[in-house]
C-alpha cells in the first residue's frame, strides 16, 4: 500500500500492481538495510528456602519477568540507468516495532545429600507466562520522475497494535555431583523441555487452536545433558572442563512426497528459516584465586 501511494509502483490496464512504469529492468540498484534493536528481559525473584539436618534441602521462588524490545528496520534503494515511463530516483522504506509486556513463573526443587560428598537434585520449572504488547508501524519516502518536475512523496501509516498471551516450555531439571574432598567435583545433569507445550492465547480461538496444532505437529519434548569436572591442585588454582548436548527437538515430519523424515531431515523440508536441529559444546576453563580476588577464563566450543 505505500508503495502504491508513494508512485513506487503502480497499477496495470488490468487493475494489477507493475513496476514497469517506474523500473526499467536494465535499471541499476543500490540499496541499503539497517537494523538497530534495543532493549532487554529483566527477572525479579522472591526466593525461600530451608534444609532439614543438612540433609534434604527445599526451595521454591516466584519469578517476575519484564520485557522491553525496540527494532527498527530501515530500508533503501537508489537507481541508475532507470529508462522506466516514470522513473523512480530512490525509495526508503522505515518500519517500527515495539514489543513490552511482563510475566510470571515458578520455581521448585530439593537436594538430597545422603553422604557427606554426594548431591542428587531435582527441579521443575513452570512455564512462564507472559502477557504482551505489540505496537508497529512504517513510513515510506519516494522520489518519482513526473511529468514536468519530480515528486517527492512521504506516506505514513498509523501505529497499530495487538495484545496476546504466550507460555513458555515447562522444564524439569536433575542433576548429581559429588565432591572429592577439597580437590575435585564431578557433575552432570539433566534436563527435560517440553517444546510441544508452547500456547498463545488472548487471541481468536481459531488463531489458538491453529498455532497449538502446528507446535504439536513440529515439536516434542527435548532432551539437555551436561557433564562437568572441576579440579583444584593447589588452593589457588582450578581446572575445568565439560561437555553438553542440546538435543534435538523437532518431530518427525512428512516430506513433500509423504514419507515420514526425521528431526534432521524436517528441519530443511518444512521451515523457510534457519531451525538449530542440535547443539554440541566443549568448553575448557582456568581460574585463580589470590585472597579475595577471582580470575576465571573459560573457552568454549560450539557446533549447531
Known sequence: VLAYQTYVVDTDAEGKYTLDKNLSPDAL???????????????????????????????????????DYIENNYYEEAYTNNTATYPTNFMMYDQNVKVTGSGFNGKFGVTLRPIGGLRIGVAVHTPTFLS??????????????????????????????????????????????YTFGKWAVLSADYERVWYNGMRLKSVASDVA??????????????????VGLEVKPTAWLSLRGGFGVQGNYLRAMADSNGQMVSGELAMFNNYDAPVAYKTTNGTAGVGFRFNTVYIDLAYVYSKT
Do not use: C, W
Not at 529483566?42 to 530451608?50: A, I, K, Q, R
Open 132 to 177: 504482551l504488547s505489540k505496537y508497529y508501524s512504517a513510513s515510506m519516502r519516494a522520489n518519482v520522475a513526473g511529468d514536468n518536475e519530480n515528486l517527492d512523496i512521504t506516506k505514513t501509516t498509523p501505529t497499530n497494535s495487538y495484545s496476546y498471551n504466550y507460555t513458555t516450555p515447562a522444564r524439569l531439571l536433575t542433576g548429581i555431583s
Open 209 to 226: 487452536n491453529n498455532y497449538k496444532r502446528q507446535i504439536k505437529e513440529h515439536y516434542k519434548a527435548g532432551n539437555n545433558v551436561r
Open 29 to 67: 540498484t543500490n540499496s541499503r538495510l539497517t537494523t538497530r534493536t534495543r532493549g532487554g528481559s529483566g527477572d525479579f525473584e522472591f526466593s525461600v528456602g530451608g534444609n532439614v539436618s543438612n540433609i534434604l534441602y527445599f526451595g521454591a521462588s516466584l519469578g517476575v519477568r519484564s520485557v
